[in-house]
């Protein structure tokens, strides 16, 4: 049974960076794939829908971001730890959200299904 299992979440103020992780059981990397998943990105904000904010690909491997972290948030992985990275730079008090990964076959703008998701971990950025 994969899990995915998020940290790194914590308080940084505005400006600040940030890194979360998402260490992955049950399953290997392998050319970024968790089987013929790959690791997105969501988060929810208090009173907010859920907002697909990166996902690579299953089909191409582009990445889609959301216009919302455009140039300011990115993805790597370590593949011999199974672990994926999303690294939060320029923080503001919007990205202020329960971030979560997600193992899932994203085709065009995170549409796909959705099969695997962490417990989330709470980012807050202070003004």
């Known amino acids: 049974q994969v899990k995915l299992v998020e940290s790194g979440g914590g308080l940084v103020q505005s400006g600040g960076s940030l890194r979360l992780s998402c260490a992955i059981s049950?399953?290997?990397?392998?050319?970024?794939?968790?089987?013929?998943?790959?690791i997105g990105w969501f988060r929810q904000a208090p009173g907010m829908e859920r907002e697909a904010i990166l996902c690579p690909n299953s089909e191409d491997g582009s990445v889609y971001y959301a216009d919302s972290v455009k140039g300011r948030f990115t993805t790597s992985r370590h593949t011999a730890e199974d672990t994926v990275y999303l690294q939060m730079n320029n923080l503001k008090p919007e990205d202020t959200a329960v971030y979560y990964c997600?193992?899932?076959?994203?085709?065009?703008?995170?549409?796909?299904?959705?099969?695997?998701w962490g417990q989330g971990t709470q980012v807050t950025v202070s003004s």
């Open positions: 997600v193992a899932g076959y994203f085709e065009r703008m995170c549409v796909g299904v959705y099969d695997y």
């Open positions: 049950g399953g290997h990397l392998e050319g970024g794939r968790l089987d013929v998943y790959t």
